[in-house]
């Protein structure tokens, strides 16, 4: 069965500083990797995807995660936090072909102080 | 607008109370899914269904029932809630092709 860790559970930082969120997963095969983020009150919204090509992916609002395949890592950056990014991030995976469940990380809760 | 609706988006009932909690998908997707989200859980997945008439167990499906009788409606039931139950429910929609997760808003449960 594949998991996904989270390692950071609370993080907290002072507006533009630098982020990096960790996530690694365990699962052998061809996998699809996401990070979803959560504001206060809100749904999940997705921020960027990977399901192949090149490793580093943008997604919106200046967020961007590397796939490095040797690490099983997804870890989700940003070089310039703001007040607003304050929300939970989540962390999930499917295997390749995506016909199973989405597996989703434990979640880090990130507090950008002005 | 790609849309997926709950609800109640907020309920409090007591131990054994039967309750249903509808979730409804304008998109046209044929992969639903129910989550409860609990702090220092994440999300874990309830049931599932890959489409019509055909629902499967997710990772901590004791306690609820699903339906899948069309394509757009994937409501989940809780025939006799306990407070274990209490939690922060999601029903989400996926998109087939590029496997993107589309979330409700959420309904927050409390089981007294």
């Known amino acids: 069965a594949q998991s996904v860790s989270q390692h950071n559970h609370h993080v907290i930082l002072s507006e533009a500083a630098s982020l990096e969120l960790g996530c690694n997963y365990s699962?052998?095969?061809?996998?699809?990797l996401f990070w979803y983020v959560q504001y206060p009150g809100q749904h999940l919204q997705l921020l960027l995807k990977?399901?192949?090509?090149?490793?580093l992916v943008k997604g919106i609002k200046g967020f961007e995660a590397e796939f490095i395949k040797s690490k099983f890592s997804f870890n989700l950056r940003k070089p310039s936090v703001q007040w607003s990014d304050t929300a939970e991030y989540f962390c999930?995976?499917?295997?390749?072909?995506?016909?199973?469940?989405?597996?989703f990380g434990s979640g880090t809760r990130l507090q950008v102080q002005p | 607008e790609a849309q997926v609706t709950q609800n109640p988006r907020y309920l409090i009932t007591v131990t054994g109370k039967k309750l249903t909690v509808t979730c409804s998908q304008n998109?046209?997707?044929?992969?639903m899914s129910w989550y409860r989200q609990d702090p220092g859980l994440g999300l874990r997945q309830i049931y599932y269904?890959?489409?019509?008439?055909?629902?499967d167990k997710g990772d901590v499906p004791e306690g609820y029932k699903v339906s899948r009788k069309e394509k757009r409606n994937f409501p989940l039931i809780l025939e006799s809630p306990s407070p274990n139950q209490t939690s922060l429910y999601f029903c989400?929609?996926?998109?087939?092709?590029?496997?993107?997760?589309?979330f409700g808003p959420g309904t927050r449960l409390t089981v007294t």
């Open positions: 989400a929609a996926r998109d087939r092709g590029t496997h993107e997760q589309y």
């Open positions: 990977y399901f192949s090509g090149d490793p």
């Open positions: 999930a995976v499917n295997e390749g072909t995506g016909r199973r469940a989405l597996t």
């Open positions: 699962y052998g095969g061809t996998v699809n």
């Open positions: 998109m046209n997707h044929e992969y």
């Open positions: 269904s890959m489409n019509v008439e055909v629902t």
